[in-house]
């Protein structure tokens, strides 16, 4: 499964954005992470017939999933300076819900889109 993400750029601070994630194939479970310049990666949500959020965009964040189109969206309102990072879909199969938040679950993963909020 190929995912082809899109959709980043530059913001101001209390903005709203929307990043694409087009999937060649079907997967279960389909997700975003994010890195920051000089920080690990991490969690931002997951689309596993619900949505789960990492606590830190909970209610600005909504991830969405289209799976007519195999494509997964992260909508971000209310955009902080603290979320300006590197955006990446992932996607796999047999994630379990303990696992969700790991990127070393996920088989397949996009390219990368670059947020930056100004703030």
């Known amino acids: 499964v190929q995912l082809q993400a899109s959709g980043g750029g530059l913001v101001q601070a209390g903005d709203s954005l929307r990043l694409s994630c087009a999937a060649s194939?079907?997967?279960?479970?389909m997700g975003w992470f994010r890195q920051a310049p000089g920080k690990d990666r991490e969690f931002v949500a997951a689309?596993?017939?619900?949505?789960y959020y990492a606590d830190s965009v909970k209610g600005r964040f909504t991830i969405s999933r289209d799976n007519a189109k195999n494509t997964v969206y992260l909508q971000m309102n209310s955009l902080k300076f603290e979320d300006t990072a590197v955006y990446f879909c992932?996607?796999?199969?047999?994630?379990?819900?303990?696992?969700?938040?790991?990127?070393?679950?996920?088989?397949?993963w996009g390219q990368g889109t670059l947020v930056t909020v100004s703030s």
């Open positions: 689309h596993r017939w619900r949505e």
């Open positions: 194939g079907r997967t279960i479970v």
């Open positions: 992932a996607a796999g199969d047999g994630i379990i819900m303990s696992t969700l938040t790991s990127g070393t679950a996920y088989a397949y």
